[in-house]
Structures are given as structure tokens and as C-alpha cells.
């Protein structure tokens, strides 16, 4: 499934910001965004930020003590690892491991889908 840009608007998004860049249809990509999606990919949804967050604050779980890694090595495959353990519980909001994932002002969600992988 695609994801247009008119799902995205003005609204702020979650993105992964320390991968490596990388080329992309011929677009260099400094980050990569966020979405739930269905068990079998026909429905993505743009994650959605908490009103009030502000651009470029760090998303963050309650256990998250050390600094996020200032670019992520692809070699390591470390993104891909965490990506198992990223879901929306049934109230929709995101969790890694259980844990909800948050800014400051509250937790991130998925427009509808609940027990969704995140990508």
C-alpha cells in the first residue's frame, strides 16, 4: 500500500531520522516515516502525533534511558530488529515491547488500526 501526500497534510508525523540516508527513486532520503499497517499491507496509515508536540521533539518510551544513536549503522540491521517489536495496542496507541511510545504531551496513534506493525 502507498501513502499519499494528502493523508499527511500539515500534520506533524513520526519519522526516523537517524538511519543512513539513502537513495530512493532517484531522492536522496534522510528519514524514514512512520505508519501502522494491517498484517497484510493493504491498509497503511500515517501515524499521528500528539497535538501540541513540536517539530523535531524526540519520541521516547518510559525506559529509554541513553541517547539515541546519532546515525544507525545498516550493517547492524538494528531499525529492522526494533521494527519486530513496534505495534498499536487496542486502544490504538503505539508500543514497543508493551511500553507506549510518546512526545512530550502524549502518545503517538494509529488513526484505526489497532494490533497493526509499524513501518
Not at 519519522?15 to 534522510?30: D, E, I, T
Not at 500528539?50 to 518510559?62: A, L
Request: hydrophobic share 35%; aromatic share 2%; proline share 6%.
Amino acid at each position: 500500500a502507498v501513502v499519499s501526500t494528502q493523508s499527511t497534510g500539515e500534520a506533524l508525523v513520526a519519522v526516523v531520522c537517524n538511519l543512513k540516508p539513502a537513495n530512493m527513486r532517484g531522492v536522496k532520503s534522510h528519514g524514514m516515516l512512520l505508519c501502522a499497517s494491517d498484517k497484510d499491507h493493504t491498509k497503511v496509515e500515517v501515524l499521528r502525533v500528539p497535538e501540541g508536540s513540536k517539530p523535531g521533539e524526540r519520541i521516547t518510551g518510559e525506559s529509554f534511558t541513553e541517547a539515541p544513536d546519532a546515525q544507525l549503522n545498516p550493517k547492524k540491521k538494528i531499525f529492522e530488529k526494533v521494527q519486530t517489536d513496534l505495534t498499536t495496542d487496542g486502544s490504538l496507541q503505539v508500543t514497543y515491547r508493551g511500553e507506549l511510545l510518546r512526545t512530550s504531551v502524549g502518545p503517538l496513534t494509529a488513526p484505526s488500526l489497532a494490533s497493526a506493525v509499524i513501518r
